[in-house]
């Protein structure tokens, strides 16, 4: 089992910037991928981008490309996704989710932190 806990949310002006942190617990050496993804009231939850737990290779929406990024601290358990630039369409529930290998769903989630984006 992985335990998430994500943190960071809050209301910021369009244009400003936010950092989350998905901090993970339990068995964490299972950990292949942990993603972020965001859901807005009425919407489907949608993939927002994505780290390698070894290596660090990203990817990411094309939504968010340019604006996000995300990286890691291996020693804490934690990742961060930086949002630059955001608009009120980033506003949402973000959530971040743990892959434990390749082509996996990802089968562990946090509970999610509200992102608010006032224009």
């Known amino acids: 089992q992985v335990q998430l806990v994500e943190s960071g949310g809050g209301l910021v002006q369009a244009g400003g910037s936010l950092r989350l942190s998905c901090a993970a617990s339990?068995?964490?050496?299972?950990?292949?991928?942990m993603g972020w993804f965001r859901q807005a009231p009425g919407k489907e939850r949608e993939f927002v981008g994505a780290?390698?737990?070894?290596?660090?290779?990203?990817s990411f929406a094309d939504a968010v490309k340019g604006r996000f990024t995300i990286s890691r601290n291996n020693a804490l358990n934690t990742v961060y996704l930086q949002m630059n630039s955001l608009n009120s369409e980033d506003t949402a529930v973000y959530l971040c989710?743990?892959?434990?290998?390749?082509?996996?769903?990802?089968?562990?989630w946090g509970h999610g932190t509200q992102v608010t984006v006032s224009s």
């Open positions: 989710a743990v892959q434990t290998g390749i082509g996996l769903t990802y089968s562990y």
């Open positions: 339990g068995r964490t050496s299972s950990i292949y991928r």
């Open positions: 780290i390698k737990w070894s290596g660090g290779s990203t």
